[in-house]
């Protein structure tokens, strides 16, 4: 199934300023359109009114029995300029028979009779209905407001509603004109401000793409210092200073490997170019054997450590985790290097809580404490201590690996777990590859715990591994 297609934001941003401006003016509209047509419709209410009271006055004037209607008189140029006329008047009695109409009123008018016998108990009624094929406008007046004479006597006078109409009709053509004017200035305006809107964004990501492996020290400064933009642009940075130094660690990672790996090498091709030159003894074979599987184990122990670090890197190396009693774990390392010491003339002595049970992978976890002995071990001069500690604090699992060597350099300090990296006092032939730490505190994070170094007061380097109890993890 295919991706959708990215959506323009400048489109989608003007079309929704069109939408919501539309709705707007559609509503705005409405309100426009009710509010003309009630006007109007009160202006014919009025001139309706108006007219009632003047035919009412004419009737009520009438000589008794004579009952007469005002009616213009036009001349016959006025008459022939008259194409239609805009009041009808007619007089109903009270059982709704036509009295008297409008002389140029040919038939009689529609009446409501709901209406009309409004009227007739003395309301001023207006209504709207249909008369000789159009919608009209009329008053139902009772006479008896002038006249008591004229009770139950009605006046009806109509309008007619089409100019009404016309006029409300050209009103909504205006209203629509300007709907769609303001929908096209509006869509205009709406994707101008999204452009104006999406350019800073373009601008970033025009320098962010510029940035290359080649040129990973430079930074984005588009748009740094506004508002709306300085977080994603701080962010960016960061983002980017990230990946220079995962790309400077990353060049620094496979130069120093490539130099570790290049020793053991050339050291044996050495061995075996010596042994080629000419005829050996088996104990000279057998020497030359011994100096090549040496440097084959050294350069083994070099990729078990760098697959190590990948693996952790990748995020593969995963635990298996058991109930440990972490003293035991501790003592079982310290007895290994039991033999090293003695030959070093150091003293390797234990601090051992018992009481103490983690979750932790045994292979794993005692790599790490070898890694640690070993490094004591490594750098504490002959007739020193190495002292290994388990303990309980702030609720968790502690190893302590103290030393009475040199201690570490305040320079050294911050970069001690970083790989490769070997201080002053590890310039040594057989100072290693630089990685031990820095599997330690590998495997210590694989273990949710903490890896420390410090200084100790009375001479000597401490390091404080802190793992999470058994029952933290869910073990029993």
Do not use: C
Not at 8 to 21: E, I, K, V
Not at 431 to 452: F, S
């Amino acid at each position: 199934m295919s991706e959708p297609r990215p959506k323009s934001y400048r489109l989608l941003l003007a079309r929704r300023f069109t939408l919501m401006l539309t709705f707007a003016l559609v509503a705005i509209g409405v309100v426009v359109h009710l509010g003309v047509r009630w006007i109007l419709l009160h202006a014919v209410d009025n001139g309706l009114s108006s007219v009632a009271s003047v035919q009412a006055a004419a009737v009520a004037q009438s000589p008794p029995g004579a009952m007469r209607l005002y009616e213009w008189q036009l001349a016959p140029q006025e008459a022939a300029s008259v194409h239609q006329v805009n009041w009808f008047v007619q007089v109903w009695d009270p059982d709704g028979r036509s009295l008297l109409r409008s002389s140029y009123l040919d038939r009689d008018l529609s009446v409501d009779r709901e209406a009309f016998a409004e009227a007739q108990a003395g309301a001023l009624v207006f209504d709207t209905g249909e008369w000789d094929g159009e919608r009209v406008r009329a008053v139902y007046y009772p006479l008896a407001r002038i006249d008591p004479g004229h009770h139950g006597h009605v006046l009806q006078v109509a309008t007619s509603l089409a100019s009404l109409g016309a006029t409300m009709r050209r009103v909504d053509l205006l209203l629509l004109g300007i709907l769609v004017v303001m929908m096209l200035a509006t869509f205009g305006v709406g994707w101008s401000t999204a452009r104006l809107a999406v350019r800073p964004a373009e601008e970033i990501a025009r320098m962010a793409e510029g940035i290359q492996t080649q040129n990973l020290d430079q930074r984005i400064t588009a748009h740094a210092r506004t508002l709306e933009f300085q977080r994603l642009v701080a962010v960016l940075n960061r983002m980017l200073d990230r990946i220079d130094d995962a790309f400077e660690a990353e060049r620094r990672f496979t130069s120093d490997a490539s130099h570790e790996l290049r020793s053991p090498l050339t050291a044996l091709r050495g061995h075996l170019e010596v042994a080629l030159r000419r005829d050996r003894t088996p104990e000279e074979y057998r020497d030359v054997l011994s100096a090549a599987l040496a440097e084959v184990q050294r350069m083994q122990v070099l990729a078990d450590d760098l697959l190590t670090l990948a693996r952790r890197d990748a995020g593969v190396l995963k635990p298996q985790r058991s109930h440990l009693r972490l003293a035991d774990i501790a003592n079982e390392v310290v007895e290994s290097f039991r033999t090293l010491a003695r030959t070093k003339k150091l003293q390797l002595a234990t601090e051992l809580d018992r009481g103490i049970a983690v979750a932790a992978d045994p292979t794993l976890l005692k790599r790490l404490l070898r890694n640690l002995v070993d490094n004591a071990i490594k750098f504490t001069p002959e007739g020193g201590r190495v002292t290994v500690a388990v303990r309980l604090g702030d609720g968790r699992g502690v190893v302590e690996v103290a030393d009475t060597g040199p201690g570490i350099s305040p320079d050294a300090l911050p970069h001690l777990f970083e790989r490769f990296y070997r201080g002053d006092a590890a310039r040594a032939p057989a100072a290693g590859a630089g990685l031990g730490l820095a599997i330690a505190k590998a495997l210590a994070e694989v273990h949710a715990g903490t890896l420390t170094a410090a200084n100790r007061d009375g001479g000597g380097a401490v390091f404080r591994l802190e793992l999470p109890l058994a029952s933290e993890l869910g073990h029993v």
